[in-house]
């Protein structure tokens, strides 16, 4: 019922900025949860960011707290990651998660999330 595709993903430098994109289609283009998640090599998949539908209601992992920002455009059907002072421990392939359930939590767990995209690679070199 929801398609995610994510893009932005890159090579970077350390202390660089990258802005990723989800951009969200199908019967509920504009799923209520969104959430970025990353997994780097040899690790699990972490959470990383979320926001609800109002834009307002977001929660962060700590590792990226004050450094990336998750922000959506419901018209779009686009939620986006800014991510700025990236840090070499940064590298890992991003996807977007989506959830279509209404209930007003934040959510930062995978089994939270029935829809998941593609992945793009971000990679901080030193």
């Known amino acids: 019922q929801v398609q995610l595709v994510e893009s932005g993903g890159g090579l970077v430098q350390a202390g660089g900025s990258l802005r990723l994109s989800c951009a969200a289609s199908?019967?509920?283009?504009?799923?209520?949860?969104v959430g970025w998640f990353r997994q780097a090599p040899g690790k699990e998949r972490e959470f990383v960011a979320t926001i609800l539908w109002s834009g307002r209601t977001i929660r962060y992992a700590d590792s990226v707290k004050g450094r990336f920002t998750i922000s959506r455009d419901n018209a779009k059907n686009t939620v986006f990651l800014q991510m700025n002072s990236l840090k070499p421990e940064d590298t890992a392939v991003y996807y977007c998660?989506?959830?279509?359930?209404?209930?007003?939590?934040?959510?930062?767990?995978?089994?939270?999330?029935?829809?998941w995209g593609q992945g793009t690679q971000v990679t901080v070199s030193s």
């Open positions: 998660a989506a959830d279509t359930n209404t209930e007003w939590r934040t959510r930062t767990t995978e089994n939270e999330y029935d829809y």
């Open positions: 199908g019967r509920t283009a504009s799923p209520y949860a």
